[in-house]
């Protein structure tokens, strides 16, 4: 167990702000972050971003974000993973603190996708993908979960409705949330009948791309025992990596480096997949929840899909996940959606959580996934008792 | 002081590399650090780049490198802070081995950026400055450099021709770096005469851009001793950052954040600038070479440019700069530099660095410059006795 603890949580709702500059958007959750923790003294800052540089002119994001905040001097950059970009500035943010080096560390997940043409967000995104050998020739993150979706029926013998229940329960949960980008709830048939984005990827199948901002503050644990009245505990932190390109996997249906990083993450926690409450898994397509349950040990492998058909993925089922929306409804700010998800599993463990709190939650995991799941980073946080 | 050493040391020649993938260019370097190391058990990687999701269409470079490099399955992320990448990613991979949760880390610095045409690097470069007040109306890295270089000739009355011996001592050092990307040596008579890149910075007062690699390995001291003849210490290491506007800064010609990283990485080593024996700056213009030394503490305001007049940073001078050609004659590959610098100073330390060789050196420094100076990393090393 690290000795690392979170004092501080805000987030933005995932909208289009075309009106929010991306300064003033990373603001907003910074601000509240800063209001929850009931403290201004931050010595590093970790921003995780993917695609600023490319869509918005603007790299340097750690002097932007310490400058416009108020914390100019403040050690600070950016971190970048892809998608999975939030989740590694939280690791970053864990590794500084518990070093001693750094007493109070935040972590700013931002990502500014709407305000640009569809080409130039599609290019951006597929820059996480293997450039030389797989983008170059169209592939982009739509056509990976079309592939990766296509595999997994043929290899298990499922169909396209069978994964509905992965963005019905996503919609269910955002219709609770406030903050999410999309709370309308969608029925099972609509699903199936919904227009293909890459076949057999459907519109109701992909996460969508968002603005949006999240915050996390976290000091040593002693620390914030004497600060706020409920911290909450970074149990196990982790991040692997698989190869690049999905061409070179041995096994396209198996996300290595997220079951890399779960194990990991559990055995620096000293816990087991039964001991988490709740997951907070990387629901860019429904496809990458299925596989993602079965990396993580909740489900045999080709059955991650059967929890949504049984309803063990809702908030009162045996493994709740995407309690705010997940992806696919909260939305997806790219490199800010790992940091939002440590913050919902904060939430819930508060039992700040709202209309989407799970009862009881005392363990949740998250899970960030880069691209094509060649980076996978996994946070396990506990109520500290 | 830091429990940190480092174990192994990479790198490439800087130049045109047109025929070399960003991956095998970043492997290059790789692959010696890991022979000077004697092992290829890396647990966590740490990759400064600035461009490559904008110059090479590929972000995500983490598990690129990780995958690419044999090492797979490591922990591994981009760090990023314009032209500070390298310096940060360094800082990172000393705060991972020092929290314990990381064993050994490679921290590999790698930018490919003459390949494209001028004005898409010099865009790509630019997003390191404030977008939405001062890139957007046209200033780029150059024009940063012209801006304060006439701003200094204005306060302390000094003429170009005072400038010269920054970049005579940088091609003096390179001339003898077989890495160097320009190892022709200069006269001061040539420098005054070159032809204006944006006034008053000529040819010869600003840095190439390159292609290039370099990487460091460390882990903690107590297993360095046992794995290497001569680890290097890293005695101090901090980031600061300072306002990204340079309309927002009190004083245009103080290096806020350099100051502060510098007193930080003093007081982390126990140590004064006195006891520096060899200085490795950003001196991508002049003008930032005089305000390094300045902020650094090694001459008094507007004084800077009197070093180099006086030969106080030759080899044999009271404190070396650029003793491999610095950024100016070795050549600036953005987001890799800083980790030239990191490697540059380990073979000064070791007495391996062949005819730039500071004779003596036991301690050095290397400050990594971040765009306009809105963010600086420095790092002491030092010979561990």
Redesign the interface.
């Known amino acids: 167990m690290?000795d690392v603890s979170i004092i501080g949580i805000g987030q933005t709702k995932v909208q289009e702000s075309w009106d929010t500059?991306l300064?003033h958007l990373a603001w907003y959750a910074i601000e509240e972050a800063l209001d929850d923790a009931h403290t201004n003294q931050i010595d590093?800052i970790y921003v995780g971003n993917?695609?600023a540089?490319?869509l918005?002119?603007?790299?340097?994001?750690?002097?932007?974000v310490?400058?416009?905040a108020g914390l100019?001097?403040?050690?600070?950059?950016?971190?970048?993973?892809?998608d999975a970009?939030g989740g590694?500035a939280m690791?970053?943010a864990?590794?500084?603190v518990?070093?001693?080096?750094?007493k109070t560390a935040l972590v700013v997940g931002v990502e500014k996708m709407t305000d640009q043409t569809g080409n130039l967000v599609t290019?951006?995104m597929?820059?996480?993908?293997?450039?030389?050998y797989e983008?170059?020739h169209g592939l982009t993150n739509t056509g990976v979960g079309a592939l990766l979706m296509r595999r997994y029926m043929h290899q298990y013998g499922v169909g396209v409705a069978d994964f509905a229940g992965f963005s019905v329960n996503a919609h269910a949960n955002g219709a609770d949330n406030p903050l999410a980008m999309f709370r309308n709830r969608l029925k099972a048939e609509r699903f199936a009948a919904a227009p293909l984005v890459a076949d057999p990827v459907n519109l109701f199948d992909m996460a969508p791309g968002g603005d949006g901002s999240a915050a996390v503050i976290v000091t040593r644990n002693e620390r914030a025992m004497d600060m706020v009245p409920r911290p909450v505990r970074i149990a196990g932190?982790?991040?692997?990596?698989?190869?690049?390109?999905l061409h070179?996997r041995e096994n396209l249906l198996w996300l290595?480096?997220a079951e890399?990083s779960v194990q990991r993450a559990l055995a620096?926690a000293g816990l087991t997949a039964d001991d988490i409450d709740l997951f907070e898994l990387h629901d860019s397509f429904t496809v990458m929840a299925a596989l993602s349950l079965e990396a993580a040990g909740f489900a045999a492998k080709g059955e991650g899909w059967q929890l949504a058909r049984d309803g063990q993925i809702h908030r009162d089922g045996r493994i709740p996940i995407s309690t705010f929306g997940g992806l696919k409804a909260r939305g997806n700010p790219g490199g800010a959606t790992g940091v939002y998800q440590i913050v919902e599993v904060a939430r819930q463990l508060r039992g700040s959580a709202g209309d989407c709190q799970i009862e009881g939650a005392k363990i949740g995991m998250a899970q960030n996934v880069?691209?094509n799941g060649?980076?996978a980073v996994t946070h396990i946080l506990r109520v500290n008792e």
């Open positions: 690290s500059s300064r590093a993917m695609m540089g490319q918005s002119h603007q790299s340097h994001l750690g002097a932007l310490a400058d416009f100019r001097g403040a050690e600070a950059m950016t971190i970048e993973a892809a970009s590694a690791r970053q864990v590794l500084a518990q070093s001693g080096l750094v290019s951006a597929s820059t996480g993908l293997d450039a030389d983008a170059v932190s982790a991040i692997a990596t698989d190869t690049l390109a070179d290595k480096a890399t620096a880069g691209s060649a980076s």
